[in-house]
């Protein structure tokens, strides 16, 4: 395969039109509804103003909005069993307008006021702290499965990208700002002053079957992170991690994890999800800008390698999580999370973790041009 028949494959592999106007082609990727679009003016359009208007309201939520993680966690919880409580109140309603009943006996204890001091890793705590039809309500949300509609939708930061600017300290505060929600970086020794040997020229190809891996997993579990349950659905996915798979192009490398997660028992997905995964690994590899393209790359594997760090952690502690005490909320909804699972093997976290390393001494040392 010659460079002009690479080069085509690459464009013909990340460039897709618009979903809005379809005639242009793609740029960006809506966090919420995955959705391909080419200008500011197709995100705001007719077809998209659903998307468009809760982006800027959730944007205004986010600025006023503390940076605690665990006031961050209480929020959401707050907003799953506030729309319980607001479709229970729709109801009520309707009843306090009889003169026959008192409207005293709704009148409740508001449940932000009920679970602001609670910690919010007690699931115990927050259970007991619901009223009866809250507990109903919230039992029937996990039966039918709906929690993801509720959920805000995380917005990935590999999304964010400073265009070239006339005005350079105008763009460098934009640069700034996008770096600081990346992943911390993790700190390597060139690949150039570890060996004198030339790299493979499939590890580029290698790096964007994990960086897609990583972009849909991501996605697939809205941005929170489990270790153990993560890392068992990169590895069913992720060829060159789970079986030391070697690819050709970036092609194969992508089209191999789209295959993977279509075909998975662990996943469920459609192509829709498949094709974002794919735009996302585009993103990745262009960076926040030209000068940086490398830089999320880093991101996302310096993330990877510290989710396999605290999934290796994390299985050392299963056993003792295994003999915890049962409690009201355990009984009704039982962690599940790692017993459901296909067992985890150490020695490929191991082996995973050294083989991510090797990518980031390798992005120290080379780009990713392709």
Known sequence: MDETDTTKITENTFAKICGLCEEQKSKYCCPKCGILYCSLGCYKSDKHLECSENFYRDWVNEELSSQNVDEESKRKMIEILKKMQNESNDNVDDLENDDHIDSDDYDEEDLHDRIKNLDINDADAIWSALTEDEKNEFEAL????????????????????????LVTEVCDDELDKNVDTCPQLKNVQKLTSLTKIAPS???????????????????????????????????????????????????IALEAVAQKCLQNELVQTDKRSTEVMKHDTYLILQGPNDDKKSFYCKAALSHLFEIFTDAKSALKHTKIAETKKKTEFSKKFPEQKIYHLPKLDVGKVKMSMKKIEYYLSFLESYSMEL
């Open 201 to 251: 020229t499939t590890v580029k190809f290698n790096i964007i079957n994990i960086l897609s891996s990583y972009a849909f997993i991501m996605r697939y579990f809205n941005g929170e992170i489990d270790p153990v349950e993560a890392i068992v659905h990169l590895l069913s996915i992720c060829g060159n991690l789970e079986s030391n798979a070697n690819y050709d192009d970036p092609a």
């Open 142 to 165: 996990i039966s039918q499965g709906d929690v993801g509609s509720i959920l805000p939708q995380w917005e990935p930061w590999w999304t964010k990208r400073t265009k070239s600017k």
